[in-house]
């Protein structure tokens, strides 16, 4: 995700043109602003192929240009420190990097915070649906 690759076909998600990332996301009701997300980008090519190859987002696409994103957290499992045995004081938690817990989390996945989210502006023979 740090690259900006495609989590389709690990190229560029990069609008050349425009410098904007690609960025298709379950569609929340919300169109534009700041978001967060934990799924990588799509670049323009795939996402007509990540729409039809998953049921969720054949129901709930939304495409969007991101201007930039910056790492905000971790999900993982928060263990609590120097008390044996060694077990999961909270699973599956949002834990911030400035927070206290970052240093006592096993991480499974990076959050990260959408600056400047646009809707992708569709042309009429572009197969996505918003």
């Known amino acids: 995700m740090d690259k900006r690759l495609c989590q389709v076909c690990a190229g ?3 609008d050349q043109e425009t410098g904007r990332i690609w960025w298709l996301l379950s569609s929340s009701g919300e169109e534009t602003g700041d978001g967060f ?3 990588p980008p799509t670049c323009r090519a795939c996402i007509p192929a990540a729409i039809s190859q998953c049921s969720h987002l054949r129901q709930n696409a939304a495409v969007f240009t991101v201007g930039a994103y910056y790492p ?5 499992d928060v263990f609590l420190p120097y008390l044996p045995p060694v077990v999961p004081f909270e699973r599956n ?11 006592h989390c096993v991480a ?3 959050v990260v915070r959408l600056h400047d989210v646009q809707p992708a502006v569709t042309q009429g023979d572009t ?4």
């Open 12 to 14: 560029s998600a990069v």
């Open 37 to 39: 997300t934990n799924a």
């Open 72 to 76: 905000y957290a971790v999900r993982g």
């Open 93 to 103: 938690a949002l834990v911030r990097f400035d927070g206290y817990d970052i240093t």
């Open 108 to 110: 499974r996945e990076l």
């Open 127 to 130: 197969p996505w649906a918003g």
